[in-house]
């Protein structure tokens, strides 16, 4: 067994014993393999080691990648803060844009969806901890964004994703449980839209995240190990 398929079953060993811990059934957690910066061979590896969902960072290397991810059959999201001249590329191509935070991106997404025939799945992004520096809407907006959304035509709610403030694990249980509680909120209100994805959770502290409610956690470093991360949110 190579480095990676290794790394990838003591994940999912992690994934069931918080799922445990918490009485939840494991298989209603999904585990997203986070590949920027991967090179495809690596993220073949992962794919052969069982890994059926990937999440990128950028626009540009979605576009790169996606190719080999069809050919692979691999699910495919988009993770990162999504500028609006790059909708183009991304739109009707990932499978899942879990990073929708703010009413110009939603209606550009909803307008790129209208001409391709399409309706676009999307998670909203919120700033779970208010931080200026990330992107997301507050969580006091979160039901006015949301009311917005859920009358786009194009674009289907699925849920929601968040990347709480950097800390200790045990730091971001409030945080999580937060947003569970924003999301079980959600689907009451909202009991019309298909809302089944709450993402939250990366390589330092999916277990927590497991253990708050997460139905889809992102973790890229503890599959591929350190990456050298040039700028940006890196979202997994």
Known sequence: MGEI???IERVREQVIKAALRSGRDPEEVRLMAVTKFVDTARIGEAADAGITLIGENR??????KLTFYKQRNLEAHFIGQLQTNKVKYICGNADL???VDRAGLLETLERRADKLGIVQPIL?????????QKGGVEPDALD?????AA???HLSVRGFMCVPPAGEPEA?????????ALFDDARQSYNTLPIDTLSMGMSHDYPVAIEEGATLVRVGTAIFGPRQ???GTNNG
């Open 229 to 231: 991360i040039q700028g």
């Open 59 to 64: 626009a540009q290397e979605f576009t790169e």
């Open 124 to 132: 909203l992004q919120v700033n779970i901890g208010d931080e200026p």
């Open 151 to 153: 009358a786009c035509e």
């Open 144 to 148: 006015a964004f949301l009311e917005q």
């Open 172 to 180: 971001t249980r409030p945080y999580f449980r937060r947003m569970k």
């Open 5 to 7: 398929a290794e790394r």
């Open 97 to 99: 844009i879990q990073s």
